[in-house]
């Protein structure tokens, strides 16, 4: 029997931002921590965001070193900016990696303890403080996810904590915040989303809410998904892709993400590579792989995004989904790690080491055709150039 997880309230749409105050009043909440980066601390991002609460009588004090990639030295340094404060709530203001970090804050502000205490197979179910999600881009979905990830630097192992205490009380969803984003961050985390659907659908805990969220959220996507690219100022399709992403987020909340993540974040974790674009670098190969064990799973998917038609046979319609992915790879200039510029030889030498960690992880398990360690490799290798 599945149990369905969202956020208490979320507030849609263009202008959404300026309706916090409203939204933050209902929840009784009057003391705001900002947890952001430096990017939208100069960008005037930050200025409008403290100038809508402080026109209401809110206070707020802001917090903008978070980093891409949060580690558990950046989250200890944004913990004490909270705990130095009274602050009644946490805001993640910005893409995954501000979210993320506002999410192992409000755990750690208020409990205490370690990150990698945290990390998965445990569950962390007691609240903290309330926490915030506002979005910037489309494509973590994190507003909507019981799931942090943080790094531990010591050995650049990307931890996946888990639990109710990360699932956001309030999530404010405004698609005309993206609307300044560059294509790079629009293509990747765009590609991250429509991973976050299609794995949410094929991994073995989907069920019929999360699929129907998966569904919806690919229709979004795909139609879009190269619009916004070629035109970022159409904003009908910005709408559709931070509804998708939304969409795509809760899917994987309530089912789980499953190959492609696993093997993603060890590539991140040592190359530093965001995490959308490392998704885009696995998915082609990753759904090539895994789709003859769930081939109506993976048809599903191709009519969804309208790559194949209704009385198409499950072997062409994966096929002609996979060759989708690999095609919009090239069309969107996704690099590989050879063309990203990551050294061959650095990369052959920890392909154990991050098989091991994509294992650990939990997410291959939930994969509808499960790898050992020899076939993750071997799918880094293919995955290489």
Known sequence: MPAIFLPRAMRMGAGALDELPAALSQLGLRASAILTDTFLAGSGALDRL??????????????????????????????????EGSHDCVIGFGGGS????????????????????????????MPGLPIIAIPTTAGTGSEATRFTIITDETNDEKMLCAGL????TLAIVDYELTLTKPLRLTADTGIDALTHAIEAYVSKHANPFSDSMAIAAMRSIWPNLRRVCEAPGDRAAREAMMVGSLQAGIAFSNASVALVHGMSRPIGAHFHVA???????????????????ALTRYADCARAMGIAQDGEGEQAAVARLVEALRDVNRHLSVPTPKSYGIDKARWTELLPL??????????????PRVPDAETIQSLYRQAWA
Do not use: C
């Not at 501000?98 to 179910?125: C, F, W, Y």
């Not at 205490?165 to 956001?168: D, M, Q, V």
């Open 165 to 168: 205490a990360y699932l956001p």
């Open 50 to 83: 403290v100038g809508v609460l402080a026109a209401a009588g809110i206070e707020a004090r802001s917090y903008s070193e978070v980093i891409p990639d949060p580690t558990v030295a950046s989250v200890d340094a944004a913990v004490a900016f909270v705990k």
């Open 354 to 367: 991050m098989a091991e960690q994509a294992l650990a992880s939990g997410s291959p398990g939930n994969n």
């Open 98 to 125: 501000s979210i993320d970090t506002a999410k192992a804050v409000a755990v750690l502000a208020a409990r205490g303890g370690t990150m990698r205490a945290l990390k998965s197979p445990h569950q962390e179910n």
């Open 275 to 293: 995490h959308g674009l490392s998704n885009a670098m696995l998915l082609p190969a990753v759904t090539a792989w895994s789709a003859p064990a």
